[in-house]
């Protein structure tokens, strides 16, 4: 799977969007971009995918780059409940036989911190 | 909204002894993990099972773990021989099919002492 860069951590005022980058410059044309967060010691959350196209659900936006070597995850409106560590992680598709890679690698995030 | 349940919060246990971590996961779902993360560090894969079977495990899973899904719809973690090192949050997922997001349950916490 390729490998993703994130910064270490942002800040964000309460009502704000939250942009939160990464970059995948090595990323093959059958990779995934996933997006989870992990607040304080809770289980990882999942928040959106893509693989192309911008996505949009009700938690954010996902942009990605023509290029696809880069990713923006949106939190439109931040709120202090989005204080987390937020993964940019990038994953090879399964097909439906269920063969291929289907572990995620978790690296170290983006500390988001929202302040009110 | 479904919920991956798993139980019990905390276990704390002696090291050399035998534990289970239980899990439930979402009911139509048909991919099952488990994740581990020391206090301080990344989440770290540990199994993947599909079909009755481990499809993926990492180094760290040896010859200590285990996993089962003895009736359908409880999906367990054995450690045989715990030591100090395998303290840690224990996490299981699952998800319905291959390009689809995990759903992650709230974790077990493990203290061996």
């Known amino acids: 799977d390729a490998k993703t860069t994130q910064p270490p951590s942002m800040d964000c005022a309460e009502g704000r969007a939250a942009n939160l980058p990464c970059n995948h410059s090595t990323i093959s044309g059958n990779e995934y971009v996933y997006w989870y967060r992990q607040i304080h010691s809770q289980g990882p959350q999942y928040i959106i995918h893509?693989?192309?196209n911008n996505e949009t659900n009700e938690m954010a936006s996902l942009i990605i780059t023509e290029d696809r070597k880069s990713s923006t995850l949106i939190l439109p409106h931040a709120t202090l409940r989005d204080t987390a560590v937020y993964y940019c992680i990038v994953r090879v598709a399964a097909d439906l036989s269920g063969a291929g890679s289907y572990q995620l690698t978790f690296g170290k995030g983006t500390k988001l911190s929202v302040i009110p | 909204e479904p919920e991956v349940t798993q139980t019990p919060s905390h276990q704390v246990t002696q090291m050399g002894q035998e534990v289970i971590l239980r899990c439930v996961p979402i009911s139509n779902h048909l991919y099952f993990y488990w994740y581990r993360q020391i206090l301080g560090q990344k989440v770290e894969f540990l199994v993947s099972f599909y079909n009755n079977e481990i499809s993926e495990k990492s180094e760290i899973f040896d010859d200590q773990f285990s996993v089962e899904r003895p009736d359908g719809s409880n999906f367990t973690l054995k450690i045989r021989s715990t030591k100090l090192e395998d303290s840690a949050m224990y996490f299981c997922a699952s998800r319905p099919g291959p390009n689809y997001g995990y759903t992650f349950g709230s974790g077990t916490r493990l203290t061996v002492v």
């Open positions: 893509g693989l192309k």
